[in-house]
Nanobody
Framework: QVHLVESGGGLVQAGGSLRLSCAAS????????MAWYRQAPGTQRELVAR???????NYGDSVKGRFTISRDNAKNTVYLQIDSLKPEDTAVYYC????????????WGQGTQVTVSS
């Protein structure tokens, strides 16, 4: 079992920045992918950013150029640097990991609230 602990959410004014962190613990093994998703009220959960163990990253269209995902593999931690925040970025942000290289087991964090005021 893998446990994910997210931190860094909060209330920020439009144009501001936040840095989210997610640390994985337990039977971590190989974290083949680490990612962030978000879900605003009344909407589906959407991919924000994803980083593979091989260093490949990809981003949702709405956040390209403003969000940056990074990993510290020694700490089993993934970060999301969020700049130029907009009110429409308001959502619960969820950490997501895949454990294993061939047979991948997904895990979700509990979520951290990000609220952007205009």
């Amino acid at each position: 079992q893998v446990h994910l602990v997210e931190s860094g959410g909060g209330l920020v004014q439009a144009g501001g920045s936040l840095r989210l962190s997610c640390a994985a613990s337990g039977s971590v093994g190989i974290l083949s992918a680490m990612a962030w998703y978000r879900q605003a009220p009344g909407t589906q959960r959407e991919l924000v950013a994803r980083a593979t163990i091989g260093g490949v990253t990809n981003y949702g269209d709405s956040v390209k150029g403003r969000f940056t995902i990074s990993r510290d593999n020694a700490k089993n931690t993934v970060y999301l640097q969020i700049d130029s925040l907009k009110p429409e970025d308001t959502a619960v942000y969820y950490c997501y990991v895949e454990v294993g290289l061939f047979s991948k087991t997904p895990y979700w964090g509990q979520g951290t609230q990000v609220t952007v005021s205009s």
